[in-house]
């Protein structure tokens, strides 16, 4: 591969930290001197410069337009992440965000004030009920594993009000996400696997041999992280609730189901809804979300405070146990009335969309995976039979003795310009590879992404390990220590030796 004498290839500029761009006494403003001045800071005053480098402003405008650049998002292509629900965020909701009757008010503003904003949690509470059957819904989790936590903690007030103290053990399938039993460890439950079935689902008689008087929940995904339907479930939840645990039901990947059914009616107690995915709501890199609890009649009165409640003088905020007639709250989970911008994008995409046009999506991003698996299936090899929900997800089989593994296989991916995929989850199967096209991806993109995967199963069969072990090679940086950037990041920046020994 040709160096470069800077180091950039073509337009990717190789970029450096801000800090070692610093060139002492550089500024993007230029003040008049400071007059001295009395400060009563006492000895506190700070002895040294606080290491900013020195930039023009020119230099900054680039440092981090180069930056933005850097990153790719789905508005730069296509993101097949699955489990995530990486959708198209139309712009509406932003411009509804952004005004200002919603972006400037105050949590602490007189309830009186802001009764638009109180309106709004309201009606997207009513849309969040319509949409699942539930009765109620806490809306403060500010993500679904926030939203996880809130479930637990009402299924754990619950069990303790009936005196059920002896409850200790939550069942969590195989294919859960990490949050799942991390949730239910921190509520203090011991976590028990639940395995799988050759289909992918989770396997009844191994379910009901592990329930007994002392499992408090189940913790079920729907459809499950293989983009499955679990098409067992009304038993699951009878067995279940036969056995005194509630079901708690993993709402993330509710995109592939909004509109075609109603979780009421699937007997589940309670689930949380990440409103950032789908809902529209921009996402990564760790927020902002929000995981709007639904709880069944059972749950409904342990639910956190506050609730906003509309009686004949308008919107009102329940902020206190005592101001709650029939409710048991556990507490608070957040400060304040939960994730309120992404409230107003989420109600803006579901009012943009309607009733109508949220099923549609999701008949969608089912249809697009399905047609994922069916025109990669001869290539790649899908881990179950038949159809799938809105991911679709193949195993490494199609690698065996390749000499490629599934990690190559994705950094190819990164060369010809493709997001790659989730790889090695869920751990149900080996060297997963699941993708989540969602309902916007046209079928031009689907096209153009299917020929690409095709192309490279196609050189991997065909024995050329080494173009996969090089890959990424068009990257600004090509393959790092993940393990260890995870492990031990480097989040300091330190001035290197021969700086140190100038100063
Ligand atoms: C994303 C996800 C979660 C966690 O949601 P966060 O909002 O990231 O906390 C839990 N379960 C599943 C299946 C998910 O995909």
Known sequence: MAETVSGNRGLLIEEKLIFEQDSPGHTGVDLPEPEAV??????????????LPGLSEPQVIRHYTRLSQKNYGIDSGFYPLGSCTMKHNPRLNERMARLPGFADIHPFQPQSTVQGGLELIHSLAEWLKALTGMPAVAMTPAAGAHGELCGLMTIRAAHEDKGETQRSRVLVPESAHGTNPATAAACGYSVESIPANDRGRVDLAALKAK????????????PNTCGLFENEIIEIAEVVHQAGAYFYCDGANFNAIVGRLRIADLGIDCMHINLH?????PHGGGGPGAGPT??????APYAPLPVVVQDEDGFRLIEHAHDWQDGKPLGRLKGYHGQFGVFVRALSYILSMGADGLAQASGDAVLNA???????????????????MHEALFDDRFLKDTGVTTLDFAKALIDEGVHPMTMYFPLVVHG??????TETESKATLDGFIAVVRALAERAKAGDAEYFKQAPRLTPRRRLDETKAARSPVLRWTPPPEDKAAE
């Open 294 to 299: 639904v709880l069944s009649e059972a749950l």
């Open 38 to 51: 009395n400060d009563r800071l006492g000895g506190l005053r700070r002895q040294g410069p606080i290491g």
């Open 211 to 222: 329930l007994g008087p002392d499992v408090a929940a189940i913790m079920l995904t729907n």
């Open 370 to 388: 399905n047609y994922l698996l069916a025109r990669l299936g001869d290539v790649l090899t899908p881990s179950f039979d038949g159809p799938c």
């Open 432 to 437: 997963a590879l699941l993708m989540e096209p």
């Open 277 to 281: 995915k789908t809902f529209s709501t």
